[in-house]
């Protein structure tokens, strides 16, 4: 039989499509159908929640294809059969028991669309990709994996992949599963136990890849992650917002995500509610804080001098000084936590008194052990020796007594640093003292000493580079019994706590065996924007390899240097809205109130990230520079590098700064500047705006 003509396998490909929709709808009727009834009203509401899920998972989204890819196995090739397979981003199946029309990219299934190639077909003889216009299939393009010599080629020639990747961006982060490259997709599916770290220039799809992993492992592991969870660590709010639609648009609305902040804000209670310069938030940062605190909290036990006495009846029952301090020895050495110590001291301090009652020809039981551990005296005797502690005001004490401090701090922070730690105004509450983020963190660590935090299955977490040792802990404790994959760039590090080496981030997250793997072809940054920013690499990173641009355009860069900064930007705005995409206003945080102005005075309609809740929705976004990590546009109008430079405490951190900033745009970047460029960008040319 003569093989059909492309029109033909397009229509085909066409009807497909049909008949996959028709069968989600059925699906979605189908769910909807369901009462959810259980044996009570717990598990009603659970079963609710489940349907509610499920409803969610098969919306139709006519705008979305429902798959992008096909794979026809082959028995000779030793598939079980000769079967066709279509990738999308959820099963469907046809009538009960019927074949899957769409398979889940994330099935066993699904691998070879993602990792096969020619010598190593995967049992696969074609692959299919398809071209999509607004939901409509209008395209197909076939790798023979077996016989065609260009198929080695293939992959890096797809138009599909490339008009992907050269999309212009609309709105927040979209996924990328049509298109996961191979180096991606072995992040993506490692197993659940394996913790990751990724290093990778910007736009090489870190957090792409980071959400498509939380996306798997919620598939590939369903009913343990159901149980643990997942949570999405990112640096703000503004990003979050961008990246918040990237799960759901997979089908999985289960993942927690967070920032740091509101993470140890939401488990202590405690609000972040000050800022403080770099110095003491780097030593509060410190390691070594996590001993300081430790001593803190354990510090807290008292050494018994007198016996416990118990009146109970005509009797006195006495338990020994020593007796008592070798059971706090024996609790410590178990290494309970702090607060499960304390529950357990009375009841060992009761059983004392129950051994000496049956001595005397008593015969009491598990009652009297109750009644007596919850007397008055042994209540109060356990409370003087092992006391009650609040993680917020054991922090604030510490921050504001200095003897205090400097007890626990002894050998471990000098004279300078402990100065350094001390609120600088005094406060008697945790409200007046106006906690920042690193005292809150610390607050968490406190938390943990005295009750351990749960852990979750799987954490992810972004821009890693930024944080903390304490931080890193913070997030390590989430995953004590779990695993992680950590992203980030050591060149875009601008945070003062910045990690130096991953090896010394990981040993902080508790998960020092975990493997590094980097990624170095960028997804985002056009070439000629790529270049550009890694004339600063050298002054910034010396170590990393600099990234390389798989984007097809070189992309525009224009340096405009002008004596009205402010207008030259406002041009340049005006210019890029008249092509496709989002524009976005990178500027110093000092000019935002200007730029604000100047923009408005423009008529231009813009959104000031950072200030209202981000719906990404407005075509031109003003960025100040501290909140532009992680974020992409379209066209990037960048104000005054040396004014971003110049905004941090140190040339190094504000040359990273800068780069993130440089890195930002996907089809063009316009640098505007009234200052001379710095230096170590060197510029080659320039033009008069
Ligand atoms: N395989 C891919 N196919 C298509 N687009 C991709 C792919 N990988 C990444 N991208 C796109 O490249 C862009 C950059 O990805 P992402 O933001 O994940 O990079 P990143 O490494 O986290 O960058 P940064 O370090 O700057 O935050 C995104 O638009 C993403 O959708």
Same mark, same amino acid.
């Given at each position: 039989m003569p093989a059909p003509a492309p029109s033909a396998t397009l229509t085909a490909e066409q009807q497909h499509l049909v008949d996959s929709r028709t069968a989600l709808q059925r699906m979605r009727e189908h769910t909807a159908g369901l009462t959810a009834q259980g044996g009570d009203r717990v598990s009603t509401e659970h079963l609710k929640q489940v349907l509610h899920r499920r409803m969610k998972a098969l919306e139709d989204d006519p705008t979305v294809p429902l798959f992008f890819g096909r794979l026809d196995y082959?028995? $000779?090739?030793?598939? =079980?059969? $000769? =079967?066709?397979?279509?990738?999308?981003?959820?099963? %469907?199946?046809?009538e009960a028991g019927g074949e899957p029309l769409v398979i889940d990219w994330r099935a066993g299934m699904a691998l070879p669309f993602y990792q096969a190639r020619v010598g190593e077909p995967m049992r696969v003889r074609r692959r299919r990709r398809f071209g999509f216009s607004s939901g409509r299939l209008t395209a197909f393009e076939d790798e023979d994996l077996v016989r065609s010599p260009a198929a080695e080629v293939a992959a890096s020639s797809s138009a599909i992949l490339e008009s992907e990747i050269e999309r212009p961006r609309t709105g927040p982060m979209r996924d990328i599963?049509?298109?996961?490259?191979?180096?991606? $997709?072995?992040? %993506? /599916?490692?197993?659940?136990?394996?913790?990751?770290?990724?290093? *990778?220039?910007? *736009?090489? *799809?870190?957090?792409a %890849?980071?959400?498509? /992993?939380?996306? +798997?492992?919620? +598939?590939?592991?369903?009913?343990?992650?159901?149980?643990?969870? &997942?949570?999405?660590?990112?640096?703000?709010?503004?990003? !979050? @917002? +961008?990246?918040?639609d990237v799960l759901p648009a997979l089908g999985e609305i289960d993942a927690t995500q967070a920032t740091v902040? @509101? !993470?140890?804000?939401?488990?202590?209670?405690?609000? %972040? /509610?000050?800022?403080?310069?770099?110095?003491?938030?780097v030593i509060k940062g410190d390691a070594r804080m996590a001993e300081v605190l430790r001593r803190a909290v354990w510090g807290h036990l008292g050494r018994p001098t007198e016996a416990l006495v118990v009146p109970r009846g005509a009797y006195q029952w006495r338990v020994g000084a020593y007796l008592t301090e070798e059971m706090l020895g024996e609790l410590r050495e178990r290494g309970v936590r702090y607060e499960a110590g304390r529950a357990m001291l009375p009841q060992r301090l009761a059983h004392q008194v129950l051994l000496r009652m049956e001595a005397s020809g008593d015969s009491p039981d598990d009652r009297v052990q109750n009644a007596v551990a919850r007397s008055r005296p042994v209540r109060a005797y356990a409370e003087q020796l092992w006391p009650t502690l609040d993680a917020a005001k054991l922090v604030l004490r510490l921050l504001t007594d200095a003897e205090f401090l400097a007890r626990c701090a002894d050998g471990l922070l000098d004279a300078d640093e402990q100065r350094l730690v001390r609120l600088p105004k005094p406060a008697r509450t945790v409200a007046a003292a106006r906690f920042t983020l690193a005292d809150v963190v610390l607050v968490d660590e406190v938390s943990d000493l005295l009750q351990r935090t749960p852990s979750l299955g799987h954490v992810v977490l972004d821009e890693a580079q930024d944080l903390s040792p304490?931080?890193?802990?913070?997030?390590? #404790?989430?995953?004590?019994?779990?695993s992680v994959t950590v992203l980030g760039d050591l060149a875009q590090a601008t945070t003062p706590w910045a990690t130096r080496s991953w090896r010394e981030s990981l040993g902080h997250l508790g998960q020092a065996d975990a493997v590094v793997e980097e990624?170095?072809?960028?997804? #985002?940054?056009?070439?000629?924007?790529?270049?550009?920013?890694? /004339?600063?690499?050298?002054?910034?990173?010396?170590?990393?390899?600099?990234?390389?641009s798989v984007r097809r355009s070189r992309g525009e860069l224009d340096l405009r240097r002008s004596a009205d900064p402010a207008a030259a930007v406002t041009r340049a705005v005006?210019?890029?809205? #008249? @092509? =496709?995409?989002?524009?976005?206003?990178? &500027?110093?945080d000092a000019t935002v109130p200007a730029l604000r102005a100047a923009l408005s005075g423009a008529g231009v309609v813009f959104e000031l990230l950072g200030e209202q809740a981000q719906g990404f929705e407005s075509r031109v976004d003003l960025v100040p520079a501290t909140l532009a990590k992680g974020l992409e546009f379209d066209h990037v109008v960048l104000l005054e590098p040396a004014g971003i430079v110049a905004g941090e405490p140190d040339r190094v951190t504000g040359l990273r700064r800068l780069y993130v900033?440089?890195?930002?745009?996907?089809? @063009?970047?316009?640098?505007?500047?009234?200052?001379?460029?710095p230096a170590e960008l060197d510029a080659p040319t320039a033009s008069a705006a």
């Open positions: 082959a028995s $000779d090739l030793g598939a =079980e059969r $000769d =079967e066709t397979l279509y990738v999308g981003r959820r099963h %469907v199946t046809g599963v049509a298109t996961i490259q191979p180096e991606q $997709d072995t992040i %993506v /599916r490692a197993r659940l136990d394996q913790s990751l770290c990724v290093q *990778g220039a910007p *736009g090489t *799809g870190k957090t %890849v980071g959400l498509h /992993r939380a996306a +798997y492992l919620l +598939y590939a592991y369903r009913e343990q992650l159901a149980r643990s969870g &997942v949570l999405v660590v990112g640096p703000n709010d503004s990003f !979050l @917002s +961008y990246i918040a902040g @509101s !993470l140890v804000s939401g488990a202590t209670g405690v609000a %972040v /509610r000050g800022l403080e310069a770099a110095p003491p938030a304490m931080m890193l802990r913070a997030v390590g #404790r989430r995953a004590s019994t779990g990624l170095v072809a960028g997804f #985002r940054v056009p070439g000629a924007v790529i270049d550009f920013a890694a /004339r600063l690499l050298p002054h910034i990173a010396p170590s990393l390899t600099p990234p390389h005006g210019d890029a809205l #008249r @092509s =496709e995409g989002t524009v976005g206003v990178v &500027v110093p900033c440089l890195t930002r745009a996907v089809s @063009s970047l316009v640098v505007v500047h009234g200052e001379p460029l």
